[in-house]
């Protein structure tokens, strides 16, 4: 069977190897904090442990160029990384039953990283595949259900796992998590990427000359902008309202954790779903487009309305409606990415979009530290309203479909100068913001 010939079972994989990434995610971003506080580790101890869930997706970029480069041309070119990573994750599970996780935290640490690691690998060889297969008239409408199949998988690793340790324990959980993480893995297994003989391998200066070529096109360069800057206002608002609703407003973290968590994460699932078949049919940049001045919207009516603040269906319903656009918001911006990721390095330059994108998440959550300390919660939120709104300038010079119409050059044709910059520019930015990230999750 080839994912190449066959539409459904194309976007059943790519659903479904989505969804291998978002159950050991639920698991350990919400499930094993409540257990180790059940079990009376001091919070400083937890948070250290997880903050390993999170920084090998900082330099995930790093992959790209291997992914590109490396293959086994007589298994295809992305699906072996796929089933390796695939493996690891669930081998990484199943290791956490050979010791106590609420004594031996360090080791623990030690294994989520090695574990989120595969994780981050398997998401880069997965949205490599997708660039490389999916057509374009169904990239948003498969962007939409992956990214709805991972908010799932959360929910399975989540909601499922915790479950499963109430009724038998956390090592009868870590069994049936690895061992949906191997069924996960015969799909990969057992399909093939394209009938015909295997793609050649393409040498490393093949791949630098290919990102040059990718780098030096206006559009590519402005999304680079675009994606280094489009979570910075959601990341601000987002480390501002954990204050705001607990500190300011008197909320429980239960209760909203089961805002953001319950709620928002079914809102979520369900506009993602249905805003890349929408993507599809209006556009991506158009989409984007709506959804990002709909955000900034929103943002500056919150700001607004201080007095309703105390109205908690006011603030379910502000919320939910955030949590549409920031859906909406993120599927365009991703199918918008797979338009303009070149197949031939598509390892590459997809992942460095998605870094990027992880970076100005970072640098949001940052300065919302800072904010909260010489500014009110309103202009916290009219802030990030306003950020928001330049930021949708970017999406204007942005040509979609300007990468697979231009590239490649003509033989012979001499590629601007400017790719080798800009392609340098843009490896300075991912290190130094790997660095920093490094430094702030270890430090």
């Known amino acids: ?31 094993l904090p409540g257990y180790l506080i059940e079990k009376k580790l001091p919070a400083e101890f937890v948070t250290t442990a997880l903050s390993f869930t999170t920084l090998p997706y900082a330099f995930k970029w790093v992959w790209g160029p291997i992914i590109d480069t490396v293959t086994w041309r007589r298994f295809g070119r992305r699906r072996p990384w796929i089933i390796f990573a695939q493996a690891m994750m669930g081998l990484t599970v199943i290791a956490m039953v050979t010791f106590d996780v609420a004594t031996h935290v360090k ?53 499922g796992m915790a479950k499963l340790i109430a009724w038998q324990g956390l090592d009868f959980a870590l069994i049936a998590q690895a061992s949906t993480l191997f069924a996960i893995m015969l799909v990969p297994l057992l399909v093939r990427e394209r009938d015909g003989d295997p793609p050649p391998r393409q040498p490393a200066r093949e791949s630098v ?30 480390g501002a309202s954990y204050p705001l609703f607990i500190n300011k407003l008197g909320w429980s973290a239960e209760k909203y954790s089961e805002l953001t968590g319950g709620w928002g994460l079914g809102v979520g699932c369900i506009v993602a779903a249905t805003a890349g078949a929408l993507a599809d049919h209006v556009g991506r940049r158009r989409m984007a487009a709506i959804a990002s001045v709909g955000l900034a919207v929103t943002w500056f009516v919150f700001a607004n309305t201080t007095s309703w603040w105390t109205n908690e269906v006011y603030i379910y319903a502000m919320a939910l409606v955030q949590t549409a656009f920031i859906a909406t918001l993120s599927v365009a911006t991703i199918t918008l ?45 009219l802030v990030a309203g306003s950020v928001q709104l330049v930021v949708t300038l970017l999406l204007i010079p942005i040509d ?44």
């Open 107 to 159: 080791l623990l640490a030690q294994m989520i990283f090695i574990h989120t690691v595969f994780n981050a690998l398997q998401d880069v060889a997965v949205d490599a595949l997708a660039v490389d297969l999916l057509p374009d008239d169904e990239r948003g409408q498969a962007n939409g259900l992956m990214y709805a199949a991972k908010y799932g998988g959360g929910a399975v690793g989540g909601v």
């Open 209 to 238: 000359a290919a990102l040059r070529q990718a780098f030096s096109l206006r559009s590519t360069l402005v999304a680079a902008l675009l994606m280094l800057s489009i979570n910075f206002g959601v990341a601000l608002v987002g």
């Open 400 to 443: 979609p479909g300007q990468t697979r119409r231009e590239l490649p050059y003509p033989p012979g044709a001499r590629i601007p100068r400017l790719g080798m910059i800009a392609l340098g520019a843009l490896m300075v930015v991912l290190i130094v913001m790997t660095g920093y990230i490094t430094w702030k999750t270890i430090g």
């Open 1 to 31: 069977m080839s994912l190449a010939d066959r539409r459904s079972l194309r976007i059943f994989t790519l659903c479904v190897l989505y969804v291998a990434q978002g159950i050991p995610w639920g698991f350990m971003a919400t499930t």
């Open 337 to 381: 990415c797979m338009d303009l990721s070149w197949p031939q390095v598509a390892g590459s330059q997809f992942t460095a979009y998605m870094a990027l994108s992880n970076f100005s998440s970072s640098l949001g959550y940052q300065f919302a530290g800072t904010a909260m300390k010489w500014s009110s919660f309103s202009h916290i939120w």
